[in-house]
């Protein structure tokens, strides 16, 4: 069988069993570094606490550790391994997914009628390709998370290939299989507005951040950070020609880039050649981001897209003030412009740096800026988030049950 002991042992269970709602989410990872799967687990742990709810996510990947503890959330890795051919080339990555999708298929809907959900969950990984089509007995309301912004392919590519196969993706992806599922939820207005207006199906919930338990910070360390994989849509070399220019002004400043990835390499030569070794550092993993934000008075973000940014809302609710460029997505719905942080041009490195060294300069619009940007981090209390995400079960669930007494 492929269902953990856990899993086994709630099946189980006595009569009542029927009476609670199965939640299950679908996802790649819950052990990759990324914000997509720490969010995951924490709405798990958070509706697992919510009596009558029973929650499982079933992760594609082979057994990992967890970004994060979970929480009375049952786990099922199904050991599909996705992306081992990649280092071969594109069509050789390709055809292996088409085949891994296929295993993904079969071993999914297996685990999925064992279950037999109420509400079934696509995190938008390569499950998305296929839920809606899976014979599960249990009919359960299909939903599915959109977590990059709708144009982060187009983005990132740069032949007209790449574009291409990009606007194919996106169209597939946001528009053809969205329009299976029950309910589109997206995290900031930013993708409703030109794509989705006339779609009832789509709602907004925003992610979560539980409350910081430690100190705040006190925005008085001549530091500051940033934090996300070391990719090119971070856009972390602009960043690091952005510190140049800070430096320029307050060498005395240092600026902490949290994360690993790909670029890492390639990052870390444009620091050294640009004589930044001393002042600009690539910090590796942390578990504790938020403590290492707490040390630090100012969050800069340089990234080119951002569907909602939760590191930005993390770097708020320890009390700082973010720097960020207004890119595509939905930071300027989080991010209060001259209130809780600033936002300017995409890759103005100037206008960046100018912000930057605004804030440095300025004690008390820092300590200001940095207490108001704790005071809006609070809406996104987990508590608040949750609620609006078992309204969604709930209105979900009833128009099912009205649609069953109706047939």
Same mark, same amino acid.
């Given at each position: 069988?492929?269902?953990?002991?856990?899993?086994?042992?709630?099946?189980?269970?006595?009569?009542?069993?029927?009476?609670?709602? &199965?939640?299950?989410?679908?996802?790649?990872?819950?052990?990759?570094?990324?914000?997509?799967?720490?969010?995951?687990?924490?709405?798990?742990?958070?509706?697992?606490?919510?009596?009558?709810?029973?929650?499982?996510?079933?992760?594609?990947?082979?057994?990992?550790?967890?970004?994060?503890?979970?929480?009375?959330?049952?786990?099922?890795? #199904?050991? =599909?391994?996705?992306?081992? !051919?990649?280092?071969?080339?594109?069509?050789?990555? %390709?055809? @292996?997914?088409?085949?891994?999708?296929?295993?993904?298929?079969? #071993?999914?809907?297996?685990?999925?009628?064992?279950?037999?959900?109420?509400?079934?969950?696509?995190?938008?990984?390569?499950?998305?390709?296929?839920?809606? +089509?899976?014979?599960?007995?249990?009919?359960?309301?299909?939903? &599915?998370?959109?977590?990059?912004?709708?144009?982060?392919?187009?983005?990132?590519?740069?032949?007209? &290939?790449?574009?291409?196969?990009?606007?194919?993706?996106?169209?597939? !992806?946001?528009?053809?299989?969205?329009?299976?599922? @029950?309910?589109?939820?997206?995290?900031?207005?930013?993708?409703?507005?030109?794509?989705?207006?006339?779609?009832?199906? *789509?709602?907004?919930?925003?992610?979560?951040?539980?409350?910081?338990?430690?100190? %705040?910070?006190?925005?008085?360390?001549?530091?500051?950070?940033?934090? $996300?994989?070391?990719?090119?849509?971070?856009?972390?070399?602009? #960043?690091?020609?952005?510190?140049?220019? *800070?430096?320029?002004?307050?060498?005395?400043?240092?600026?902490?880039?949290?994360? /690993?990835?790909? /670029?890492?390499?390639?990052?870390?030569?444009?620091?050294?050649?640009?004589?930044?070794?001393?002042?600009?550092?690539?910090?590796?993993?942390?578990?504790?981001?938020?403590?290492?934000?707490?040390?630090?008075?100012?969050?800069?973000?340089?990234?080119?897209?951002?569907?909602?940014?939760? =590191?930005?809302?993390?770097?708020?609710?320890?009390?700082?003030?973010?720097?960020?460029?207004?890119?595509?997505?939905?930071?300027?719905?989080?991010?209060?412009?001259?209130?809780?942080?600033?936002? *300017?041009? !995409?890759?103005? !490195?100037?206008?960046?740096? @100018?912000?930057?060294?605004?804030?440095?300069?300025? @004690? $008390?619009?820092?300590?200001?800026?940095?207490?108001?940007?704790? /005071?809006?981090?609070?809406?996104?209390?987990? /508590?608040?988030?949750?609620?609006?995400?078992?309204? #969604?079960?709930?209105?979900?669930?009833? +128009? +099912?049950?009205?649609?069953?007494?109706?047939?």
């Amino acid at each position: 069988m492929l269902l953990c002991c856990i899993c086994l042992s709630k099946k189980k269970g006595n009569d009542k069993q029927k009476e609670k709602v &199965k939640i299950v989410y679908c996802l790649n990872s819950i052990g990759k570094l990324g914000g997509m799967e720490k969010i995951t687990i924490s709405k798990a742990n958070a509706l697992a606490r919510i009596p009558g709810n029973q929650v499982w996510i079933i992760v594609a990947s082979s057994e990992e550790p967890p970004l994060l503890p979970l929480e009375n959330v049952s786990v099922v890795h #199904l050991d =599909v391994h996705y992306y081992e !051919e990649d280092w071969r080339g594109y069509w050789f990555a %390709m055809m @292996d997914c088409f085949k891994k999708v296929k295993i993904h298929k079969k #071993l999914a809907e297996k685990v999925l009628n064992e279950i037999g959900p109420d509400i079934l969950i696509s995190i938008g990984n390569n499950e998305k390709r296929f839920l809606h +089509k899976l014979r599960i007995t249990s009919n359960p309301a299909l939903v &599915k998370e959109i977590h990059m912004e709708k144009r982060y392919r187009t983005k990132n590519a740069h032949s007209w &290939k790449g574009k291409l196969f990009a606007k194919m993706a996106e169209w597939y !992806e946001f528009s053809h299989t969205s329009k299976k599922y @029950d309910k589109i939820v997206l995290t900031t207005k930013a993708d409703k507005t030109g794509s989705w207006e006339n779609w009832d199906k *789509v709602t907004i919930i925003p992610n979560s951040v539980s409350p910081y338990l430690g100190k %705040m910070s006190d925005c008085e360390s001549k530091t500051a950070i940033s934090a $996300g994989r070391l990719h090119s849509l971070k856009n972390f070399q602009s #960043l690091i020609n952005v510190w140049k220019l *800070v430096h320029l002004k307050h060498p005395d400043w240092k600026l902490q880039i949290w994360g /690993e990835g790909e /670029e890492r390499k390639k990052l870390q030569n444009q620091i050294e050649r640009m004589g930044l070794t001393n002042v600009v550092q690539l910090m590796g993993y942390t578990p504790d981001l938020r403590k290492k934000m707490s040390e630090a008075s100012v969050f800069v973000l340089s990234s080119l897209s951002e569907a909602f940014s939760l =590191v930005t809302v993390e770097a708020m609710s320890v009390g700082i003030p973010t720097v960020a460029y207004r890119c595509s997505g939905g930071l300027r719905y989080v991010v209060k412009e001259g209130n809780t942080g600033f936002l *300017v041009p !995409e890759n103005d !490195e100037k206008a960046f740096a @100018d912000r930057v060294c605004l804030l440095i300069e300025n @004690d $008390g619009q820092r300590k200001a800026m940095g207490k108001a940007a704790f /005071e809006e981090s609070r809406k996104y209390a987990t /508590e608040n988030i949750i609620s609006q995400w078992m309204s #969604l079960f709930d209105d979900l669930l009833e +128009k +099912k049950q009205r649609i069953h007494n109706f047939s």
